[in-house]
């Protein structure tokens, strides 16, 4: 296995990422390779890395569906009481990554989660399929369970429950919005001298939004 991972390599060759591709604002830029994603078909190009820390710095991540992107950030939704949850609430620090490997492409952000009003999750959750609804009722996220004919039971309790009637939040599921302090757009080049450019957020006092560097591969 370890031969077959070192000789395991691909020279990138799609195109480049100049200075002069770059929109003056990241979310902008953002929205441009998103429906860039869409275009080529990428399957779920909103699928994002969503990678926390506990206070202490201990890592953990996982994949998560972003469910909007605005000025204000990035928006993804989970149940409060999970793994991510329990370290946002302590350490609200994240990073999201966005592989789109079809591409050749990466686009990383840096930032700081804060959770979104009742009224927000509360709009988005009814939108939300039956079944995924049903299913928010049924798992209490990141908790241990004996089994999976546990968690079937637990479905069918929920499914009888609201049977005939809508189905609301509950209170443990909710949603964050992530402020970017640093959006880095990467663009695989040929023997390994990739494009990474990288918007930061500047000073209150600086005059201007975000300044942009290059970053060596």
Known sequence: MTEVLRAAREDYSRGGLAEADLLDDPIAMFER????????????????????????????????????VSADGFVFYTNLTSRKGRELA???AVSLLFPWHPLERQVRVDGTATP????????YFAVRPRGSQLGAWASHQ???????????ASY???????????????????GYVVRPEAVEF???????????????????DAGS?????????
């Open 142 to 152: 990141s908790s241990v369970v004996s089994g999976r004919e546990a968690l079937a």
């Open 90 to 92: 302590a350490n609200p």
């Open 186 to 204: 990467w663009q695989g080049r040929p023997s390994r001298m990739h494009d990474r450019l990288v918007y930061r957020r500047a000073e209150a």
């Open 116 to 123: 979104l009003p009742r009224e927000a999750v509360d709009d």
């Open 33 to 68: 390779w998103y429906d860039e994603a869409v275009a080529a078909g990428i399957h779920e190009p909103n699928a994002v890395v969503v990678a926390t820390a506990t206070p202490e710095g201990v890592p953990s991540s996982r994949i998560v569906l972003l469910k909007g």
């Open 209 to 217: 939004g975000w300044t942009t560097e290059r970053l060596a591969p």
């Open 156 to 174: 069918d309790e929920a499914q009888a429950r609201f049977e005939g009637a809508d189905v609301p939040t509950p209170e443990e599921w909710g």
